[in-house]
């Protein structure tokens, strides 16, 4: 069975500090890896998609790599700000079209 | 272009009741997920379509959960009779399958159901 670990659970940093986000996973067979972002009390929203062919992609402040070796992918977040303040979750894409959830790492931006 | 549409966005009911829940995915997307999310936890999937087939439901407690997707469109989630380890947030997504690559996957709002 896929396992999908993000660590730290929970992360509090100062506005305006750059910060990286750990997703890591345990089945090499990766179609992609998806990342999202969750508020409170709400639904998804999809921040970036990697396909297995590809290392990073960039989404404004935002740059998400994949290394399928090593099992990992990290989330950088540029010039953090209070907005930022939310739930990050990685996804694992098999080949079955399933996606696996890691528990996610909850960010504080603090003013 | 509307998102993937939840609803009811809250569901508070008696344990032992029945309980649906309905999701408008974005036009075209081929694949429909069903996800339950209990706080503080991911995601865990609960079935999958393709099209109108449901091609991975064995997650889904099937003594009490029942799911359908008519036409390849818009789905049910039906728990009957509901218990209080149901509450949690139902989720729905959809993503567009074109020729193996998997796309973006995109979900709706949620429904948060309370069991009482």
């Known amino acids: 069975k896929q396992e999908v670990t993000q660590i730290p659970a929970a992360l509090s940093v100062p506005e305006g500090e750059n910060l990286v986000l750990n997703c890591s996973f345990t089945?090499?067979?990766?179609?992609?890896l998806q990342w999202f972002r969750q508020d409170p009390g709400k639904g998804l929203t999809s921040l970036l998609l990697?396909?297995?062919?590809?290392r990073e992609q960039t989404s404004g402040r935002l740059n998400a790599s994949l290394d399928k070796s090593s099992g990992r992918s990290t989330l950088y977040i540029a010039a953090s700000q209070p907005g930022d303040s939310a739930t990050y979750l990685c996804?694992?894409?098999?080949?079955?079209?399933?996606?696996?959830f890691g528990k996610g790492t909850k960010l504080s931006v603090i003013p | 272009e509307a998102g993937v549409v939840q609803s009811p966005r809250y569901k508070i009911i008696e344990k032992k009741q029945p309980v649906a829940f309905w999701c408008n995915p974005i036009?075209?997307?081929?694949?429909l997920y069903w996800y339950r999310q209990n706080l503080g936890q991911g995601p865990e999937l609960l079935i999958r379509?393709?099209?109108?087939?449901?091609?991975?439901d064995s997650q889904l407690p099937k003594d009490r959960f029942s799911a359908e997707r008519l036409k390849g469109v818009d789905s049910t989630l039906k728990i009957q009779p509901a218990e209080l380890g149901d509450s949690a947030v139902y989720l729905c997504?959809?993503?567009?399958?074109?020729?193996?690559?998997?796309?973006?996957?995109?979900f709706g709002q949620g429904t948060r159901l309370t069991v009482v």
């Open positions: 036009s075209g997307h081929n694949t």
């Open positions: 379509y393709e099209n109108e087939e449901a091609v991975d």
């Open positions: 089945d090499s067979a990766i179609y992609n």
């Open positions: 996804a694992f894409g098999a080949g079955s079209y399933q996606l696996t």
């Open positions: 997504a959809s993503r567009l399958e074109v020729f193996g690559v998997h796309t973006e996957a995109f």
């Open positions: 990697i396909q297995s062919s590809q």
